[in-house]
Nanobody, 118 residues
Framework: QVQLVESGGGLVQPGGSLRLSCAAS????????MSWVRQAPGKGPEWVST????????TYADSVKGRFTAYRDNAKNALYLQMNSLKPEDTALYYC???????????RGPGTQVTVSS
């Protein structure tokens, strides 16, 4: 079964850190670029980061650059997002998706909720 499943979300205070994970199965993970996308309540999806298949190219949205680090482990079929110095405006449902930066992702996970609040 082709699927993506995220984990690692939760409630964190401003300035805190979280690490999100995305487990991939049912396809050749190492062949695909992978992305992180988030969606805040009442807003549209916002692209966060993309990691190329071999991790040579990693790009970030300006809103998270310097605070978030995306990486992958192809041996484990896993994608990660290390989030530091979290801000209330980072509160959103975070999901991983197969493919480079795009307005549409045919394959994505259900997401994991991140809430940044004191």
């Amino acid at each position: 079964q082709v699927q993506l499943v995220e984990s690692g979300g939760g409630l964190v205070q401003p300035g805190g850190s979280l690490r999100l994970s995305c487990a991939a199965s049912g396809f050749s993970f190492s062949s695909y670029w992978m992305s992180w996308v988030r969606q805040a309540p009442g807003k549209g999806p916002e692209w966060v980061s993309t990691v190329s298949s071999g991790s040579r190219t990693i790009t970030y949205a300006d809103s998270v650059k310097g605070r978030f680090t995306a990486y992958r482990d192809n041996a484990k079929n896993a994608l990660y997002l290390q989030m530091n110095s979290l801000k209330p405006e980072d509160t959103a449902l975070y999901y991983c998706a197969r493919g480079p930066r795009s307005s549409n992702y045919p394959l994505r996970g259900p997401g994991t909720q991140v809430t940044v609040s004191s």
